[in-house]
């Protein structure tokens, strides 16, 4: 191996792990609350998440929380995610070392892309979006392998990682559509045989959804699940979501139909969403890089369409294709995970910028582009430590704690889902809130808890803000300006 050779390895290596030390030293050891405190639990107990369960996210988060034994088990899984994102950044140099990027170039840009605060952000967190995008990303380095002269087991793994991919979150469907133009546009054609094998490998992935119905049946028939003696409550958030055992919430959990997803796809297949989608583009950008940047980014995707057109193509629908659907749904508050491929984006089309013949004077371009994305990491590194920053009880610990005095270990807590996922982490997982009960609703449904107050003590966490009285129920403590205690009578 050559000098040139060591260099592009070297730097391969430097694009993973440094922002992978990153992620790790700015991630929390606390639980959170929503969707990450459900995402950093779950799999540890091999349980089913909210939809669309996300099984390669929990089976790989299952294997990894377990062997990774070291801090709290929250933040392991944000380990996992922040692992995730690397990998996603060391595919971005690998794609960028294909439209031309020098090893040097390509390694300050996925740098720079490492530090931009929608990437890191959610890279420090638990978030199945986060597996969506590394197997999405390394994907993409492989099918654009392929379409550059690679071998068609290239072809084949991409379509594997796809499939994988969208076992760890449906949004890596996205890919999918740039893959079969690219193998339509291609300057060769994948053998039919090929083909198949990809479609095969694709499908074994997705084969991973069967984990939802066969853990369900498994946690029902082992009474894992602590809602069963609940009447009416239905599926135990953590344990059974929907209950997908049955046909009707396997229907549930795999289409998210109960917040009108399906609907919300196929409204974002309507091409008038296509100014918007590039609006959310060309405006996340500019957040993420500032102005300069992002002309250089669309002059780096003018210079790599003149080279090839095609590869050009492919990268960028599968990069962006996502924000379609970013810019329809609205029962999404962190609309930033859907995008984080887009920010991607940016590292192989600023690497088309470097210059590609010899020359003093295209020493010195060369030179001032990896001086300015270095910089510009430099600058996104600082402007975002406050990530390393974490106070004590943060995050749902202090919910967890807040609740512990007063409901005794064999109590029942309704609340709604923010702080559902907290304290079921505490219940479920490390063991705060031990032999405790939690069930998630948010419509809050008294008459419904009154048979199970007959049994065991209920109580109910709510926003005061929201709710200034319960029926039926009385006033326990004021834990803070939004959350208040009742406790059920039976």
Known sequence: MNRAAYARVA????AFVVPAIAYALSASPEPASWDTAELQGVPYILGISHPTGFPFYVLLGYVWSHALAIGTIAWRMNVMSGVAIALACAAAYGVALQF???PLVALAASLWCAFTRNIWSHASRAEAQDLAVACSALAIYAFLHWMRGGRDRWFVAAFALAGLGMAAHPNALWTVPAFVVGASIARRRAPWQ?????????????????YL????AYVVAHGLDPTTSLAGAGGGIFWNYNDPRTLHGLALELTGSESQTPAWFFASLNPLHLKDALWAFLTGLRDEYG???TVLIFAGFA???RRDWRTTLVLTMAATAALLFSVVYPNESDVGRYRLLASWLAVPLLGALTPQSRGTRNALLHAALAAFL????????ARHRMFFNHAPREGGRWVIDAVRPYVPR?????????DATSLAYGAYVDGSLSQRVIVSDDTLRIERYRPWARRRRVFVLVNPHDVAALPGARDLAKLDDYHELFEVRP
Request: proline share 2%; glycine share 12%.
């Open 11 to 14: 730097f391969a290596v430097a």
């Open 100 to 102: 031309g990027a020098s």
């Open 194 to 210: 090929i083909a198949v094998v990809a479609a095969c490998a694709a499908v074994a992935g997705l084969a991973l959804y069967a």
């Open 213 to 216: 119905p066969l853990r369900s």
């Open 291 to 293: 102005r300069l940047a």
């Open 303 to 305: 210079v790599a369409w």
């Open 374 to 381: 270095f910089a510009g990491a430099g600058m996104a590194f």
């Open 410 to 418: 064999d109590g029942t807590i309704v609340t709604g889902w923010l």
